[in-house]
């Protein structure tokens, strides 16, 4: 094995465990959502007023920067070349990730952040839909049955999943990774453009200081 093999074999396995555990900050940035009553709860015994305010800015500030690195990596992978070296479940985690950064926008300028508002449960069902996606994929696609497994228990549905379904499988899975680029980048793009225009319409928006 000469240096480009090991630099490939070790960027492909530090992208991997990224993409992985942007799945597991998906179901952490929802169990944070969820967790508006047990947030109030603990407030409750915090005695000076600066800590509940930095424990309320925190409780709010972690869901969205979880959310914003679930999307940065979603981004990051949903490119061709990036999804051919991986194991990801195609069209699961890109259509996910939409779901994600729609979810992020409605929080940062829609107003998602106060708890019981329309838009907070939106947000929140939206990433509550992404992580049913992302756990449908990396159940039933990116961690499917082995190949160990199969060669002892043939089964038709593991490896149907494994070879349609998976991004780097060949060719079943690179036609479906391109077909799932063509769909969600597009898609991805426009998720940004609305986040700059909301944006900017509130930096032009006047201030209670104003």
Same mark, same amino acid.
């Given at each position: 094995?000469?240096?480009?093999?090991?630099?490939?074999?070790?960027?492909?396995?530090?992208?991997?465990?990224?993409?992985?555990?942007?799945?597991?900050?998906? %179901?952490?940035?929802?169990?944070?959502?969820?967790?508006?009553?047990?947030? @109030?709860?603990?407030?409750?015994?915090?005695?000076?007023?600066?800590?509940?305010? $930095?424990?309320?800015?925190?409780? =709010? =500030?972690?869901?969205?920067?979880?959310?914003?690195? =679930?999307?940065? =990596?979603?981004?990051?992978?949903?490119?061709?070349?990036?999804?051919?070296? $991986?194991?990801?479940?195609?069209?699961?985690?890109?259509?996910?990730?939409?779901?994600?950064?729609?979810?992020?926008?409605? @929080?940062?300028?829609?107003?998602?952040?106060?708890?019981?508002?329309?838009?907070?449960?939106?947000?929140?069902?939206? /990433?509550? %839909?992404?992580?049913?996606?992302?756990?449908?994929?990396? /159940?039933?696609?990116?961690?499917?049955?082995?190949?160990?497994?199969?060669?002892?228990?043939?089964?038709?549905?593991? /490896?149907?999943?494994?070879?349609?379904?998976?991004?780097?499988?060949?060719?079943?899975? $690179?036609?479906?990774?391109?077909?799932?680029?063509?769909?969600?980048?597009?898609?991805?793009?426009?998720?940004?453009?609305?986040?700059? @225009?909301?944006?900017?319409?509130?930096?032009?928006?006047? /201030?209670?200081?104003?």
């Amino acid at each position: 094995m000469n240096e480009h093999d090991l630099a490939k074999g070790l960027e492909v396995w530090v992208l991997q465990n990224v993409l992985d555990a942007s799945v597991l900050m998906g %179901i952490v940035a929802s169990g944070l959502l969820l967790a508006q009553g047990y947030y @109030r709860e603990l407030s409750r015994h915090l005695n000076l007023r600066v800590s509940r305010e $930095l424990w309320n800015l925190l409780t =709010v =500030v972690l869901a969205d920067l979880l959310l914003a690195g =679930v999307f940065l =990596v979603g981004y990051m992978v949903l490119n061709p070349d990036i999804m051919a070296d $991986l194991k990801m479940a195609v069209p699961f985690y890109p259509i996910a990730t939409l779901f994600f950064a729609a979810a992020l926008i409605l @929080r940062l300028f829609k107003g998602g952040h106060e708890a019981g508002s329309p838009r907070f449960h939106w947000a929140l069902r939206l /990433t509550l %839909i992404a992580n049913a996606i992302n756990g449908l994929g990396f /159940t039933f696609v990116a961690e499917a049955a082995s190949d160990e497994y199969l060669a002892h228990h043939a089964s038709p549905f593991w /490896t149907y999943l494994k070879t349609h379904f998976r991004s780097n499988a060949d060719p079943a899975g $690179l036609e479906i990774a391109q077909a799932t680029f063509y769909l969600c980048f597009p898609i991805l793009l426009l998720l940004s453009a609305w986040a700059v @225009r909301c944006a900017l319409a509130r930096m032009k928006s006047p /201030t209670p200081e104003d």
